[in-house]
């Protein structure tokens, strides 16, 4: 195909060179996708992925020991599936340092997070220095916990949401992506019915704030991870074995 006009020819040329294919950045806009759903790249089989690095978690408040918790929960839940080999986060991250790519790391996190493919160059560099096929983001994005008052009308709970992506090393498409959130309930309380507290057997009141704590942030990141790895695609069928 000849491109007669020379701005549409130096556009195409620049796209090539800065590693960003055409027909990405023609769809610059990334597909919306619902809370608590993911979207799955139409050709997600065909890339073959079977090694996943886990970058290390981050977090919108970069609170440390929030950002700990989370990973808690990440690495076994994402750690155990079936057909996927998982390297541990403190693994991949020490041959990321070692082969000096940590911001070019940084750089297809923020891409992928958002939906968008990566710089290929980028993806290179960060291929060549891992072992791995594709690299798991996960951004915690929401951690609140209420616990109501004993005179006060309504509901504690315990709310966890987080971000998360699968980028391919081998062309920085995102493969896997979706934000989601769970909320754990305690039980509802109406000071109208019954004492606001209660008595112990000497006739002293006990205050009922116990009894009015939601679930906590382990039991919320548990259902979490447990509602987010279930939309991760299977992996691919092992190839089969030659016949001897």
């Known amino acids: 195909m000849r491109i007669r006009n020379p701005l549409v020819a130096l556009a195409l040329f620049s796209l090539l060179v800065l590693g960003v294919h055409p027909a990405l950045a023609a769809d610059a806009k990334p597909p919306k996708v619902k809370k608590n759903q993911a979207y799955v790249a139409p050709g997600f089989l065909s890339y073959g992925v079977i090694t996943i690095g886990m970058a290390p978690v981050s977090s919108l408040d970069h609170v440390e020991e929030n950002e700990k918790l989370f990973r808690q929960a990440v690495e076994p ?12 986060m403190s693994y991949f991250m020490d041959a990321v340092r070692k082969g000096g790519v940590s911001g070019q790391l940084a750089a297809i996190e923020k891409a992928g997070l958002a939906g968008l493919p990566s710089d290929t160059a980028a993806v ?4 060549l220095k891992t072992n791995v096929q594709a690299v798991l983001f996960s951004r915690l994005s929401t951690w609140q916990r209420l616990v109501i008052d004993p005179g006060t009308r309504g509901q504690s709970f315990t709310q966890v949401g987080g971000d998360f992506a699968l980028v391919s090393l081998k062309d920085g498409a995102v493969l896997w992506r979706g934000s989601f959130q769970e909320k754990g309930d305690g039980p509802y309380n109406d000071p109208g019915v019954g004492e606001v507290t209660e008595r112990d057997a000497t006739g002293n009141s ?25 939309t991760f695609p299977k992996a691919p069928a092992p190839a089969a074995k030659p016949a001897p």
């Open 124 to 127: 290179d560099m960060v291929a």
């Open 77 to 88: 839940g994402f750690g155990n599936m079936e057909g996927y080999k998982f390297q541990a």
């Open 206 to 230: 006990v205050a009922k704030q116990a009894q009015l704590e939601p679930p906590s942030f382990r039991e919320v990141l548990e259902k979490l991870i447990s509602r987010v790895s279930a």
